[in-house]
């Protein structure tokens, strides 16, 4: 039956053109208007993070001058308040020391290019050269005022570096002629405080000095001397609101014509001006970009509008093409059921009388195209089959659905066809429902499908029970003929799929048969390898496989058994890295680089052993998170070392191991080395933490040694050094034989403190005035079986370095006590004894709390026992060092600083701390009544300790010369061999009983 298909409405085309026109103009207005609002908001932003930008630099710069600057004001008004003091105590003397303490401070302040006083007229009162226009410069900058510091106008030295004069002006009591302090500092130190700051790309930083001149300047994060020493016109002290966001503008600059985003500061304290200032030109290159896209991205806009318009309009025309394509394919379907002999059939609603067409009876055997009886046609059906048929049909009239049943049919000949029979409830002619539909011979295709169960029959116990994957292919054509279950859950395919495959569909290159001629499962299997495999998804896995030969469906075909070990590979390959690289830095161990060198690949290598020094601290402080990404960093530089100069190892927890495999470039990587652990390491926080190490250098020399034995040699090297700091030591056989005896000293250090092997002995400090004795100061002595002694000087640096200073110092402190205790006893009870206390022993024991155990033990005062801490104390954690020093003298204890002049020298510290007395070093006072240094030195030296009002003690007197000179500038109290050597308690009680000063 002909229908026909009604096309599309034209009207109704036109309209859906015309909405689709409408929406995107009204899409593309406010697409335009969005995108202009944010063009405009995009570029006010990026203008005003770059006024933010540059503010923060401002900010940094001013902090970081005024730092430096507040840094030598601080030094100069040390040197001024020790010249007046030194000046007051001895104006005939004044000029030597107050040159000394210059030079002192200069030797510290490598920024200063000189330090020198000078008078109203600039001319130099110390060594040094004055400035004939400091009169006039000096007077312009305001009137003096004691401890204020002024600048002066920019200067060039003679090799053309430019230096910015610090003046200082210098009160003394009683002095009528001013007297001023000029520094010139040197302006690379400004520059060096802004260099490398990330101003971008023309960029700029720069200081102003007082009258307007351009000090420093830097371009793109790099020094710039163009323009130094120009006037520039920049808002004065009183112009620039001091809120950062105030002192922000755009200004084209005078040095290089570039316009750029400004911000200024005033240094608070100094007439200083600092600027930063982004380039506007790169701030908006961005921005212009971004603007480019926009309107890039609007012309696509509608262009693709345009598109869309003409896909419609073409839309609408396939449309009716295919209508009509629709209505010719009726006819040839029509023509295609009657050459595929797919059989018509129609039954009324209410009838009996089934009707079919020509070509079923042909098909089936019915006869030709008549109407039947249903009980005629069911006769026909196979009798296993009626039952099933009748009620699918009554179901399909009773819902109105459709119809569909597979079933045997049986011809006027007997035999058995195979039929499917679909269809549907339809309207039919009078309004009446009819069921018509299809009636198709399949027996081919169930023919088939027995064969195939029959096949799958075979083989379903060994496919689907085995919990590997296994399938058949054949061994021509290499297309599969069989898969169990488990093949298609590990590749991902249905069986079916597999069924169209060939093995190269998951196997690109192909398995390899087996290589023998048995035949079936007994044999079992021959050829067994490692493949990739692919699965449907595209992923791949590594698959043993293992292959038989079998004859299946009458062909040659192979069994093939696949086992997934990818997870084992991965496994061992993690395994495997693990043993060969450090977890945490991710470098090879030490054992890997062994097997490497050892290779012979490299003769000659050198290695170098890398003792790091600092990660403890940053672990105990920050934690051990921020320690291993402090380590990690260091290990990337390291592997950054390795691809230049040969390999790089960690060894757990702080050393690295580092192999020079050319011995002609052992140089440069070492200093590369050096470099890489110098540079700051950032820690995660913002802040930037400093490294050390030592270094340990060792090769084979001889010949014939094995890596680990280089590896170790260089070790040794290493821990050989006494210095932390980035020393290279080369190992030799005496420094081996000197680490074995230090070792074995050690190990004797350790059973003489578990055994109380150690010896106090006491020597004399004496009073100048009357020759008494003020105190004894116990000394620690090691004696030996054989009568001699080892030197404090050759254990003690031991005991610090192996941990047994602090309960060795315990242990002094407690004898020390049991001294003075037997002190009491014979009548002496108000001699003191003084022990010296190690820095260790201060920063990592509780040294009161130890000092009070050992006097309760002892049943004495505090106040019966000296303290001696040397400089040293200060300079490591100086706060815990105060505080506790701070307890010792609140419990009476008298506090002397040992060896004077020679560690710390701080004037700051030293008139904070509880100090009772000062003991100048040896060094000092050797020779002082024939050594004018010397005696300028010990002048200097008490006079400051007389001006703080503590006691002087001198040690190391071995001359009477000595010992006059000392007592005639005023020391109290002395000690030498002069005076008594250190002897038993015993003894050197008979010595104090018959001490007397000639």
């Known amino acids: 039956m002909d229908r026909s298909v009604p096309g599309p409405s034209p009207v109704k085309s036109v309209v859906q053109t015309r909405t689709v026109l409408g929406f995107g103009l009204l899409l593309g207005a406010v697409l335009a208007i969005g995108l202009g609002w944010w063009v405009v908001s995009d570029r006010q932003n990026r203008l005003q993070a770059a006024e933010r930008q540059s503010q923060a630099l401002a900010v940094g710069v001013e902090r970081a001058i005024g730092l430096e600057l507040r840094n030598l004001e601080r030094a100069l008004r040390g040197i001024a308040s020790d010249a007046a003091r030194l000046s ?23 920024e200063l290019e000189s330090i020198v006083l000078v008078d109203a007229r600039g001319q130099a009162l110390t060594s040094g050269r004055g400035d004939p226009d400091f009169a006039r410069w000096n007077a312009s900058a305001g009137a003096s005022e004691p401890g204020h510091l002024r600048l002066g106008p920019l200067q060039w030295l003679e090799d053309g570096r430019p230096v910015l004069p610090l003046v200082l002006p210098l009160s003394v009591q009683g002095d009528s002629a001013p007297r001023w302090l000029l520094a010139r500092l040197d302006a690379r130190a400004l520059q060096a ?46 112009e620039l609101d001091p809120r950062p966001q105030a002192s922000v503008s755009q200004r084209t600059s005078e040095v290089d014509g570039l316009r750029r985003v400004v911000a200024a500061r005033v240094l608070p304290d100094y007439p200083l001006r ?61 023509l295609a059921q009657h050459t595929g002999k797919v059989g018509a059939w129609a039954m009324e609603q209410g009838g009996r009388q089934v009707v079919w067409g020509a070509d079923v009876g042909q098909m089936f055997g019915l006869g030709q195209a008549q109407p039947a009886s249903l009980l005629a046609f069911i006769r026909h059906v196979h009798v296993r089959d009626r039952r099933m048929l009748a009620q699918r049909f009554i179901s399909a009239w009773r819902a109105r659905g459709a119809f569909s049943c597979e079933f045997r049919l049986v011809t006027q000949d007997g035999a058995e066809r195979w039929a499917v029979a679909r269809g549907g409830v339809v309207a039919g002619a009078g309004g009446g429902l009819r069921m018509t539909g299809t009636l198709v011979d399949i027996s081919e295709r169930m023919e088939a499908q027995s064969r195939l169960s029959d096949a799958e029959r075979q083989f379903r116990l060994i496919f689907d029970r085995n919990p590997l994957p296994f399938w058949v292919h054949d061994a021509r054509t290499r297309r599969f003929l069989e898969v169990n279950r488990a093949a298609t859950l590990q590749y991902g395919f249905s069986r079916e799929e597999f069924l169209t495959m060939q093995l190269a569909d998951i196997c690109p290159a192909g398995l390899p048969g087996g290589s023998g001629v048995v035949q079936g499962l007994a044999a079992g299997f021959e050829d067994s390898h490692v493949s990739q495999h692919r699965r449907k998804d595209g992923s791949t896995l590594q698959a043993r496989v293992y292959v038989s030969d079998i004859r299946f469906g009458g062909h040659e075909a192979k069994l093939v058994l696949s086992e997934d070990i990818s997870e084992r590979l991965e496994y ?147 821990h050989a050094l006494d210095s932390s700091a980035f020393e290279i030591s080369r190992y030799d056989g005496a420094l081996a034989r000197r680490y074995s005896e230090r070792l074995r000293m050690a190990g004797r250090l350790r059973t003489a403190l578990e055994h109380g092997e150690f010896d106090l002995h006491f020597q004399p400090i004496v009073r100048t005035l009357d020759g008494s004795v003020a105190a004894l100061e116990a000394l620690v002595r090691w004696p030996q079986r054989d009568g001699t002694q080892i030197a404090p000087a050759d254990f003690i640096p031991l005991c610090e370095d192996i941990g047994l200073i602090v309960p060795l110092g315990n242990w002094i402190l407690r004898r020390a006590a049991q001294a003075q205790a037997w002190l009491r006893r014979q009548g002496c009870g108000d001699l003191p004894v003084a022990v010296n206390v190690s820095t260790l022993q ?56 040992d060896d004077f002049g020679t560690g710390f020298s701080s004037m700051s510290y030293l008139r904070h701390l509880p100090l009772s007395s000062i003991k100048l070093d040896r060094t000092f006072v050797r020779d002082v009544d024939r050594d004018p240094r010397n005696a300028s030195i010990c002048k200097s030296l008490l006079m400051l300790g007389h001006s703080l009002g503590l006691e002087m003690i001198a040690e190391g007197v071995e001359r009477p010369e000595e010992l006059e000179w000392l007592r005639r500038h005023g020391c109290e109290q002395v000690q030498g061999f002069l005076l008594g050597r250190a002897l038993p308690l015993e003894l050197a009680l008979q010595r104090v009983r018959g001490v007397a000063l000639g």
């Open 193 to 238: 405080l802004i260099d490398g700051l990330d101003s971008g790309r023309d960029g700029t930083l720069g200081v102003v000095g007082p009258n307007g001149q351009l000090l420093v300047r830097s371009l793109g994060g790099k020094p710039s001397r163009e323009g130094i020493g120009m006037r520039i016109a920049m808002p004065g002290p009183g």
């Open 88 to 110: 007051a105590a001895a104006p005939d003397q004044a000029p030597a020391p107050i040159g000394d303490l210059i030079a002192d401070v200069a030797s510290r302040h490598h």
């Open 842 to 897: 201060v920063l990592q024991a509780d040294l009161p709390s130890e000092l009070e155990q050992a006097c309760a033990q002892a049943g004495i005062s505090p106040r019966a026992l000296h303290m001696e801490l040397t400089e040293s104390v200060m300079m490591h954690r100086p706060e815990q060092s105060m505080a506790a020093m701070q307890r010792l003298r609140d419990a009476g204890v008298c506090i002397s600083l």
């Open 274 to 334: 600092v600027w930063a200032g982004l380039s506007t030109e790169q701030v908006l290159l961005p921005w212009h970009r971004f603007v480019a896209i926009a309107a890039l991205l609007y012309v696509l806009y509608w262009a693709m509008l345009l598109v869309l318009l003409r896909v419609v309009r073409r839309a609408d025309r396939d449309q009716r093409r295919m209508l009509e394509q629709l209505q010719r394919n009726s006819e040839h379907l029509h």
């Open 572 to 718: 061992e390959k993690e395994l495997a890295y693990r043993a060969r690289h450090d977890q945490t830095t991710g470098l090879i161990n030490v054992q890997t680089l062994s097997d490497r060198l050892d290779q012979g690949q490299h003769p000659g290598y050198q290695v170098l052993y890398l003792q790091l020094r600092g990660l403890q601290p940053i672990r105990d402080a920050l934690g051990r998170q921020t320690a291993d990404d402090v380590l990690r960093t260091l290990a990337a530089r390291l592997q950054l070392w390795a691809q230049q100069f040969g390999l790089a190892a960690h060894q757990p927890d702080e050393d690295f191991v580092l192999a020079v495999l050319h011995a002609e470039r052992l140089q440069p990587a070492i200093e590369a080395a050096i470099e890489a652990v110098r540079e700051p390491v950032g820690d995660g926080d913002g802040s930037m933490q400093r490294l050390e190490a030592r270094f340990g250098l060792a090769g084979d020399e001889g010949g014939g040694l094995r890596a680990e034995n280089i590896i170790d040699n260089a070790a040794l090297a290493a």
